[in-house]
């Protein structure tokens, strides 16, 4: 039997980077994931995002066979209900009877909660769920992109989940390792990619867009978020010391007020050799990964990156494509795949050297290790741990 399953998402689909795994999940269990709720501060700042709300009425889309997308009505977004308790109970009355709807309508019964970031803890017993999963792949509390009194909230409402929660999956070792000393049934389920989807990235049909073929050679580049954690001094550092390859940044600019305001990112705007693409709809990155020569994990190393399991290393080696990285704990494990550096003139020397030696042989060991993580394997491993939490209720 098929479990059913509530999923709670921090991110819009379009936006989520975990959106290769809740499809692979949708394809062992019925889903129904909740984006980030359209409110009140959206009428009065977008009024026409919120007229086509209504339009599509309430955004409620199905998206795979037993995969569906609802976005509900309510006052405040998490990033406030947060910090006010007054909000988080307006939030859960008005959105309970929607979603209670939505269910209903897709004959969820018996279904679990999955929550994916602390701000939602409120929501916890709202839908009257047979169990609660905690799916964390991130420390949220160590964010640097909220003030450290945000970081002290988010740290005691993730208490809160990890004592109720009946089951957590975690995305990194030292997640893993910290958590479960609050929780026992806490498992390390690593990231993946939607290998099968990436391994179009080397097909002769799929073609390079024209926006990204008229950048000159060598491309290397780095797709995902462009916000704090990516260390930006190393790359005006590669793009100062090799004018003649193009840096390619293709992803949402989603960082602080402080990063956007930064020397480093200025920096990065004004140099000609480095290209920042923006957001490009996840259909299209197979083509835009094609363009690129070597694929970079270009994070700084602090608290938050420690914790860092970055997904696209993956979605990098699904194409056979040599990928460099800064020191992330989590990539030590693939060092026959991924090249570990540990400062600025190691990092440059080892893309200089993949540009050089990349072969056939190596391309293909990179695809073997991809397939052996793939979103497939890991949805299959939490239905496994769900069914065990179930079978034990």
Known sequence: MRLNIVNFLDADW????????????????????????????????????FLDWLKRRRYFRQIGSTLWLYKPLALVPYSISLRFQIFRKLNKYIMRASIRNVIKKLWMSDHILMLSHPAQEYVIGMLNERCICYDLYDEHSESRVTSSKIRKLVKGEELKILNKADVIF???????????VINPNTHFVPNAADVKFFMKSMEADTKIPPDILKIPEPRIGLIGNINDIVDMDLLVYIAEQKPDWSIILIGNINGSPHFLKSQSFSRCKKLSNIHIMGFRNYETLPSYQKG?????LPYLINEYTLNVYPNKVHQYLAGGKPVVSTDLPEMRPFVEVVDITINHDDFLDHVEKALINDNAIISEKRIKIAIENSVEKRAELKVLLLNEVLNGK
């Open 170 to 180: 975690t995305s990194a070792r030292n997640l893993y390792e910290t958590k479960k």
């Open 292 to 296: 690129l020569d070597v694929c970079l």
């Open 14 to 49: 379009e936006y989520d980077y975990k959106r290769p795994h809740l499809e692979g999940l949708g394809k062992y269990t019925n889903l129904l994931c909740i984006e980030p709720p359209m409110t009140l501060n959206i009428l009065l700042r977008h009024p026409l995002l």
